[in-house]
């Protein structure tokens, strides 16, 4: 079985909580429930969501050894985090970036990403489905 680790950033815990209006209603366990049903066959979600960012660099490089892709939504920190980018930028694999709001139609703060960087697709304002669009390339590209 081959894994593909989806990493979720601060806050994207409270999805489906408040400020729908940005980022639907469903939750977390709903986004990761997605995910799983897009993978490949012979393909697995590790999901995992922190608030912290050291903790969010420790997955990455976790992954360098047990991840074929990574699907990352960074939240907040894709605007800030040069550490983030570097953890990446350390992996392998595809990595695919993904906002469920249409961070270009938002404030001129969110549209700079450093994740972007490095990320091999950056998916934005297709809702939660944009996870199940993003598994399915780091399938495709890993299979
Ligand atoms: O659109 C996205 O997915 C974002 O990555 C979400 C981040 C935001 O900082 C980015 O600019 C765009 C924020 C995640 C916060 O999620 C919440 C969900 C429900 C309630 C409160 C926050």
């Not at 894709?78 to 694999?93: P, V, Y």
């Not at 450093?114 to 399938?139: F, K």
Request: hydrophobic fraction near 45%; include cysteine.
């Amino acid at each position: 079985m081959k894994t593909i680790l989806l990493l979720n950033g601060p806050n994207l815990n409270l999805l489906g909580k408040r400020q729908p209006e940005h980022y639907g209603h469903e939750t977390l366990a709903d986004v990761e429930a997605l995910a799983q049903g897009a993978c490949a066959e012979g393909f697995r979600i590790e999901a995992m969501q922190s608030n912290w960012e050291g903790q969010l660099i420790d997955w990455i490089h976790e992954a360098r050894e047990t991840a074929v892709g990574i699907v990352i939504n960074p939240g907040g920190l894709s605007h800030s985090s040069i550490a983030l980018l570097d953890a990446l930028n350390a992996f392998e694999g595809p990595v695919i970036e993904v906002h469920i709001s249409q961070i270009h139609k938002r404030e001129a703060f969110r549209h700079h990403s450093y994740v972007s960087n490095r990320a091999d697709a950056v998916i934005a304002g297709l809702g939660t489905d944009g996870y199940a669009a993003a598994v399915r390339r780091v399938c495709k590209l890993s299979a």
